[in-house]
């Protein structure tokens, strides 16, 4: 059983360029959730999203950051137009639906560096 | 707003050692608290998870227990080993939420 797989493990970027992390949720877990960590902090949460819903977003940006969960395929986080301060290790978890007390499982996270 | 702590922020300790990790939190309203390792450059490993009716979870040589009232859980680790150094970090999930709030963490050198 394959846990959560992120893709890319690293991202470089110039500034103004977009960057589209993909995560594939356990089987059978449809909800996902995205995590920013910069260096020596800990985990801020970013969105929290079920197939095809945005759930609670009150953790993004409000400009440039997207998330999407489709029907079918990974979920995505794109950041439009990067800047440096977007460097940061960006990780992905799922959980299955309606097991409120189920844990997170995590991905290995995305490594986003802007140049 | 749910604020999570983790004391110490750094430790070192000789191998063997038995030793206790802080996590105190501010919201008592949690569905469970969930703790973590990670390695450098790594992902997550979930460790011990606590549901809110529970007072404390054991794995191996891990112990993790839970105070609701009081807002604090411990992380117990007994005869601690070089394989142990690693980024510990404790989260926890609110009632009525679905975020998973996540403390700082606690990166532990466990010395040869």
């Known amino acids: 059983n394959a846990g959560v797989m992120q893709n890319p493990r690293h991202l470089v970027r110039r500034r103004g360029q977009e960057a589209r992390l993909r995560c594939s949720p356990m089987k059978g877990h449809s909800h996902v959730y995205w995590y920013r960590q910069l260096p020596e902090e800990g985990l801020k949460f970013m969105v929290y999203?079920?197939?095809?819903?945005?759930?609670?977003e009150s953790g993004m940006p409000k400009e440039r950051f997207s998330a999407e969960f489709p029907k079918e395929g990974p979920s995505i986080l794109r950041i439009q137009q990067v800047v440096r301060g977007d460097s940061a290790a960006y990780f992905c978890a799922s959980s299955p639906e309606g097991i409120e007390n189920s844990p997170l499982h995590f991905g290995n996270g995305t490594r986003l560096t802007v140049t | 707003k749910q604020e999570v702590t983790q004391i110490p922020a750094a430790l070192s300790v000789p191998e063997g050692e038995n030793l206790v990790l802080n996590c105190s939190f501010t919201?008592?309203?949690?569905?469970?608290l969930q703790w973590f390792r990670q390695d450098p450059g790594k992902g997550l490993t979930s460790l011990l998870l606590i549901q809110s009716s529970q007072r404390e979870q054991t794995s191996g040589r891990l112990n993790a227990s839970l105070d609701k009232s009081s807002g604090r859980s411990t992380l117990y680790i007994a005869a601690s080993q070089p394989g142990d150094s690693a980024t510990y970090l404790c989260?926890?999930?609110?009632?009525?939420?679905?975020?998973?709030?996540f403390g700082a963490g606690t990166r532990l050198f466990v010395k040869a």
């Open positions: 999203l079920q197939k095809e819903n945005i759930i609670d």
């Open positions: 919201d008592s309203a949690i569905y469970n």
């Open positions: 989260a926890v999930k609110r009632t009525g939420g679905f975020k998973t709030i």
